[in-house]
């Protein structure tokens, strides 16, 4: 099985920025494609970007689009978040995800997932 833990979530005042991180460890295997999910007290869990195994596709959602940038490095087990001009909307549970080789911003596509790490954007 695949563990992922998140980590870089915190309080940051709106327009600020964060990095997220999300390390992969157990049976992992670099063609996954990997993917960030966030939710928002009360709200459900929604799509925020996804990448593919190459790291030469990627999406976003259009709620982020132009202030966060997904990456990874698969020699360090590593997926990314930067995320900049950050927003009061923002703030919720960010959780990581991986599944094998099709790239998906769908998250029942995805079997693995990290626990999540909270970030906090105050206005």
């Known amino acids: 099985q695949v563990q992922l833990v998140e980590s870089g979530g915190g309080l940051v005042q709106a327009g600020g920025s964060l990095r997220l991180s999300c390390v992969a460890s157990?049976?992992?295997?670099?063609?996954?494609?990997m993917a960030w999910f966030r939710q928002a007290q009360g709200k459900e869990r929604e799509f925020v970007a996804t990448?593919?195994?190459?790291?030469?596709?990627?999406y976003y959602a259009d709620s982020v689009k132009g202030r966060f940038t997904i990456s990874r490095d698969n020699a360090k087990n590593t997926m990314y978040l930067q995320m900049n001009s950050l927003k009061s909307e923002d703030t919720a549970v960010y959780y990581c995800?991986?599944?094998?080789?099709?790239?998906?911003?769908?998250?029942?596509?995805?079997?693995?997932w990290g626990q999540g790490t909270q970030v906090t954007v105050s206005s």
């Open positions: 990448i593919s195994w190459s790291g030469s596709t990627k």
């Open positions: 157990g049976r992992t295997f670099t063609n996954d494609a």
């Open positions: 995800a991986a599944r094998r080789r099709i790239i998906s911003t769908v998250q029942s596509d995805y079997a693995y």
